[in-house]
């Protein structure tokens, strides 16, 4: 079992729809991170979480360190938002981070 | 200020030669870290350095190795390439590390090896 578990694996949207995408994770860690990548590779730091909810424009995340869960929401989904995310967390004080599989967002007009 | 900047961006090789790929963060970070992300492994850690330090290590083998200069850039060196290290491999800089701070991420080196 992955240490961290992201779903759905794939998520299809209209325009418009309020999106969620969830992470769990299995072992204590330091901080969470959330990423974006765009097809050609570019990876894109979202957010960083320690406790409790950030949010930026359209997107906010939220961390619930008892239950070792995140989860991304996009509200208003847009066509640019179609990327892959990805869920990361730095376990315990290691100096290094260990990643989801990724969750594949298409938003269509 | 300027990004990450990665080079070569893509890079084609042999079986059994070696490669090395180069990372410059942003100025001022004087944390580097070091990704493969491949289809079937996703993104895996290689390795972090601070302040010309390998901090921590994934689980790679010997033939995956990095170092970090006195001005922060840090170079990765793959030797005896094999196919399964065809990969985009990323970089990303931080002021400190990966804890508590945030992490920037170059625009990667697709490596193909044939």
């Known amino acids: 079992k992955n240490e961290v578990e992201q779903s759905p694996q794939n998520l299809t949207a209209q325009e418009g729809e309020f999106i969620t995408i969830n992470c769990s994770y299995s072992?204590?860690?330091?901080?969470l991170h959330w990423l974006q990548q765009h097809p050609g590779g570019g990876i894109v730091s979202l957010f960083m979480?320690?406790?409790g909810k950030k949010k930026h424009g359209r997107l906010i995340a939220t961390i619930n360190i008892q239950e070792k869960h995140s989860s991304l929401h996009i509200t208003a989904s847009h066509p640019r938002d179609s990327a892959v995310y990805i869920c990361?967390?730095?376990?315990?004080?290691?100096?290094?981070?260990?990643f989801g599989t990724g969750t594949r967002l298409q938003v269509t007009l | 200020k300027a990004g990450v900047t990665q080079t070569p961006r893509y890079l084609i090789k042999t079986r059994g030669q070696q490669v090395t790929l180069s990372c410059s963060p942003i100025?001022?970070?004087?944390?580097v870290s070091w990704y493969q992300q491949t289809p079937g492994q996703g993104l895996q850690f290689l390795f972090e350095?601070?302040?010309?330090?390998?901090?921590n290590k994934g689980n790679f083998p010997g033939r995956f190795s990095g170092r970090q200069f006195s001005n922060s850039r840090s170079e990765m060196n793959v030797s005896t390439l094999e196919l399964g290290d065809s990969a985009l491999y990323l970089c990303?800089?931080?002021?400190?590390?990966?804890?508590?701070?945030?992490?920037?991420f170059g625009p990667g080196t697709r490596l193909t090896v044939t």
């Open positions: 990303a800089s931080s002021l400190f590390g990966t804890s508590g701070y945030e992490q920037y």
């Open positions: 072992v204590g860690i330091s901080a």
């Open positions: 979480l320690s406790s």
């Open positions: 990361a967390v730095r376990p315990g004080t290691a100096s290094k981070l260990t």
């Open positions: 100025s001022g970070h004087r944390s």
């Open positions: 350095y601070f302040s010309e330090t390998q901090r």
